[in-house]
């Protein structure tokens, strides 16, 4: 299963023996896991998390959960894993335990799988669904909503910017055509293959969401929700997608973060044809502020990857990563360039299809985020292509990024 290696080094909790895995690709997706362990105790944190000796998330040891059954993370919070057909091959999904019945928060992508494993879980449940809560809009979030809704006939909670806007991508073009996405993509630096093959695209979205209810119940930052005997504070983050919904227990110390903030991997933060002139970017790095405040000990359980500790770490962690691409980009830019110039410069491994698609739009929020504040200005050549250029002299940027070059691919 692979490596072993044995050495001992000192880190913040004192002596501990360091043990290097390299889990099959297949099997995790995530290159190399550090082990660490106590006496008594041992925590899996990803390579890039320890430095100078140092772990700075950790991974209390829960069980992965296996397909259709549910790991117990405290009173009343369970989770469990769905497969996605994706490079990023699995969501963590997490049952919140009422009084009468269970809340579902997050649900798997549309299709039959989901649906069967969803049913082999709640045959074992010995109490009804209450409610689902869906954190965002993305396919692998609300995938099953409506099903489950219906199935149950109880209420869907999410906030409104990602009802709506899932609501309205559900619901596809409605006659109106796709030149403002062949115009964005072509603004981008994209060849007219690309653009012929975006002809022909569509429907992605509402072959893998269930049709979605046509009614809410609303969530919004500083909202509680009263579950079993435990309270839920909605925390909202954007950026990922447009309002995100976090779930966070004072008392159990358990945030529920969805996609807005992941151990392992960075969300993607993208502009898409929709808004192109969005800055996400900006969003992101705002709303992951109230976060840091939270408890040191809180747990973080995410929709991707293992539940960890350390979310003030994590933040800061990506907000280098954010601003080291920012570093880049503007160094780069000295020679004008396009959004798709500028994926060497983000990305060291090769891209194509979905990940193109995911790329670029990551690329672009980076190169919006230097727009807005000046750092670089935006032309338009004579085929349609922006180019961006630095404002003024820039130096070449110091330090590395050690992020998983990774994709979120929904
Ligand atoms: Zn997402």
């Not at 099959?24 to 190399?32: L, V, W």
């Not at 963590?92 to 049913?119: C, M, P, Q």
Request: proline share 6%; charged share 20%; with cysteine.
């Amino acid at each position: 299963m692979g490596g072993k290696l044995g050495v001992r080094i000192n880190v913040q909790k004192g002596p501990c023996e360091l043990v290097l895995l390299r889990y099959s690709y297949r099997q995790y997706k995530i290159i190399n896991h550090i082990v660490l362990y106590y006496p008594g105790k041992s925590f899996r944190t990803p390579l890039g998390n320890v430095q100078r000796g140092v772990t700075l998330l950790e991974y209390p040891e829960y069980d992965v959960p296996k397909e259709g059954e549910l790991t117990k993370i405290a009173d009343g919070v369970f989770w469990l894993r769905m497969p996605l057909p994706f490079e990023l091959n699995h969501i963590n999904l997490y049952l919140l335990e009422d009084n009468n019945g269970f809340f579902i928060v997050d649900t798997g992508i549309g299709g039959r799988r989901t649906a069967e494993i969803w049913s082999t879980i709640i045959d074992r449940l010995n109490k009804p669904i209450t409610g689902v809560i869906v954190t965002h809009m993305h396919p692998d979030h609300i995938g099953q909503a409506g099903a489950l809704c219906e199935a149950w006939k109880v209420p869907l909670y999410m906030t409104a910017g990602e009802y709506f806007a899932a609501r309205t991508f559900r619901a596809g073009a409605q006659g109106a055509t796709n030149r403002p996405d062949i115009e964005h993509y072509r603004s981008l630096g994209l060849g007219e293959d690309f653009l012929a093959n975006l002809s022909k695209g569509g429907g992605g979205y509402s072959s893998s969401v269930e049709p979605i209810p046509v009614a809410f119940t609303r969530l919004y930052e500083g909202r509680v929700l009263t579950i079993g005997e435990r309270e839920w504070q909605v925390m909202i983050g954007r950026g990922h997608s447009p309002e995100h919904a976090c779930l966070y227990c004072a008392e159990l110390g358990i945030l529920l973060s969805g996609d807005h903030i992941l151990p392992a991997i960075s969300p993607n933060i993208g502009v898409y044809s929709t808004e192109p002139t969005a800055n996400p970017l900006a969003d992101y790095l705002t709303t992951l502020v109230p976060f840091k405040s939270l408890p040191k000990d809180t747990l973080g359980c995410p929709a991707h990857g293992l539940p960890f500790t350390g979310i003030s770490t994590r933040i800061d962690k990506l907000t280098a990563h954010h601003h080291q691409h920012l570093l880049e980009l503007q160094f780069a830019c000295q020679t004008p360039l396009s959004a798709k110039d500028c994926l060497p410069v983000l990305f060291k491994r090769e891209l194509s299809g979905n990940h193109l698609f995911f790329a670029l739009a990551e690329s672009l929020s980076h190169l919006n985020y230097l727009m807005y504040e000046g750092k670089l200005e935006r032309n338009t050549d004579s085929d349609g292509v922006y180019r961006f250029r630095t404002v003024g002299e820039v130096t070449e940027p110091v330090g590395d990024d050690d992020e998983a070059d990774q994709f979120m691919q929904v």
